[in-house]
């Protein structure tokens, strides 16, 4: 008996070999046939108009002393402010820790724009934003329908603390809108496998349900965490409307210095997407741009190409998205995944 399954493992596998092989085949040979297969691409900075844009440097997973972070709530603000940040969660475990001037902040005082929120901690780890959602609830599902109530959104936090499979996240992102991202940096990358995460769920899911990536710092104590990852949002003015909104649509992308609060002295310009390609323009001094995607060939995450500009079409059936990541002596940044549809 054992060995009839395995023969029939071996058997299916053979199969689903043959069949890629002839997809591939068929892919490289259309111009030959006298076709040409259609690319969709799927740009989320399409809507962003780079010659009015701004840029602002955001972290979105932070504690206090409400719950078991180090500092006071107006030390943590204070220190974020110092080190030029333009948008602050505070998100204690269960708790919600607003109006910040409960705790002494003076909106009219600081530039810091303030967006609410919580770390639901009795189920996987969330970040719940834009509601007064606080709750010790245990259930996934029922936590995202109360903030999907409330017109909040969420991004699932530190996913290298859990052992969950690939269709566990699958339900959850298709289930609910309001669920946005996912953290693919934490803490000093302290769960250095969680991009390879998000790629396999970028291959699962794109075009049609986009994941975007995000960076935090999960600041607890702000001599160690604070300034090790955050997300530039690229929007013409520093609102509440206008970040809610880049959430929603990916008008950001990830930054992480080399060193702990390392300033950029390099940032995207624009974002050119015209028919099958992708170029990114650079301003500053970077070494090199990767064009990152999951190998439904190789099955891993894998550099597809490199330069300022990629063609997708070079690379039909092989992936359904491609990122890029830009890197200097300084640090990296890393862009939201463009979805690629045939």
Sequence with gaps: MMETIFRFKKFNKTIYASIILIIILLAFSSPILGYEIDVELMN????????????????????????????????????????????????????????????????KNTKLIAIDGSEISNTHHLGSYFNDYASNESSENKVLSEIKRRDGIAVFFHPGRYNKKIDWYKYYYKKYDNLVGIEVFNKNDRYSNDRKLWDRLLFELMPDYPVWGFGNDDMHNITTDLGWHFNVFLMKANTRDNIKKAMVNGHFYIYNPKKQNESMNFFIKEVLVENSSIKLSVKGNYKKIEWIAYNTITERSEVFATGNKVDVSDYIYKTNYVRAKVISETGIIYTQPFGIKY
Aim: hydrophobic share 25%.
């Design 44 to 107: 989320p900075y399409q809507d962003i108009n780079w010659d009015s844009i701004n840029y602002y440097k955001a972290n979105l997973h932070t504690h206090t002393r409400r719950s078991d972070g180090f500092h006071s709530p107006l030390t943590v603000i204070n220190e974020y402010r110092k080190n030029n940040y333009d948008i602050l969660a505070l998100t204690d475990h269960n708790k919600y820790t607003w109006p910040w001037k409960e705790y002494g902040i003076n909106y």
